[in-house]
């Protein structure tokens, strides 16, 4: 079975800096995808981002934007100029491509954007 | 807003009972997935449809049954609830199979007392 670990359950950043969040995952499978999602206090799931395994070239949306490592299956999400309103919590989600179409989600890092 | 709606928002009841969580999907929308968020479990998969089949199903409990209607909203029917059944519900949904995203809906907070 998938896994997925957040390894940094809080992280924080000054406003208008860049900040990483780390995310590695387990798998045997060779085709899948990532996500990053953010919750905000209002506990809505919003997409952030995603990463189809067979493409080497990193995803990006504005600001936010993923570094992939296949074969060290990590998934990290870089937020730069970070704003006020990115703090929230930030799950790591893994999905099969075949079979099984449920998203697998890390613990979550809790982003604190200091002013 | 993601174009799922759930209902209700909240959810108070009581030990043993009974309750039923409703989600639309966004339009042209074919698969729902229900997901529950725990303080202890963290976010689960429960149960998958697509086009009113039963797709998969993950960490569900008998107790809970789930259904996809014609028009594709689907329901979470949960039952004799327990304490530890509290938790926030989501519904998401997606257009198909083919590893398309999943946009979530506002989620349900149901409270057993």
């Known amino acids: 079975a998938q896994t997925v670990t957040q390894s940094q359950p809080e992280m924080s950043v000054q406003e208008a800096e860049t900040v990483t969040l780390s995310c590695t995952y387990d798998t045997s499978e060779s085709d899948y995808y990532l996500f990053w999602y953010k919750q905000p206090p209002s506990r809505q799931m919003i997409l952030v981002i995603r990463?189809?395994?067979?493409?080497?070239q990193n995803a990006t949306e504005n600001r936010f934007s993923v570094n992939f490592q296949k074969a060290a299956k990590s998934f990290s999400l870089k937020i730069s100029d970070s704003q006020l309103g990115d703090a929230a919590m930030y799950f790591c989600a893994y999905r099969s491509q075949g079979g099984s179409e449920k998203l697998v989600f890390g613990k979550g890092t809790k982003l604190t954007v200091n002013p | 807003d993601s174009g799922v709606t759930q209902t209700p928002k909240h959810l108070i009841t009581a030990t043993g009972q009974r309750v039923t969580l409703r989600c639309s999907p966004r339009s042209g929308d074919l698969s729902v997935y229900w997901y529950q968020q725990s303080l202890d479990q963290g976010l689960q998969f429960l149960i998958q449809?697509?086009?009113?089949?039963?797709?998969a199903k993950g960490n569900i409990l008998e107790r809970f049954s789930a259904q996809q209607f014609p028009d594709l909203h689907s329901e979470l029917n949960l039952s004799s609830l327990e304490l530890g059944d509290s938790a926030l519900y989501f519904c998401a949904s997606s257009r198909g199979t083919s590893g398309g995203e999943q946009y979530f809906g506002p989620g349900t907070r149901l409270t057993v007392l």
């Open positions: 449809y697509y086009n009113g089949e039963e797709r």
């Open positions: 990463q189809e395994a067979y493409k080497q």
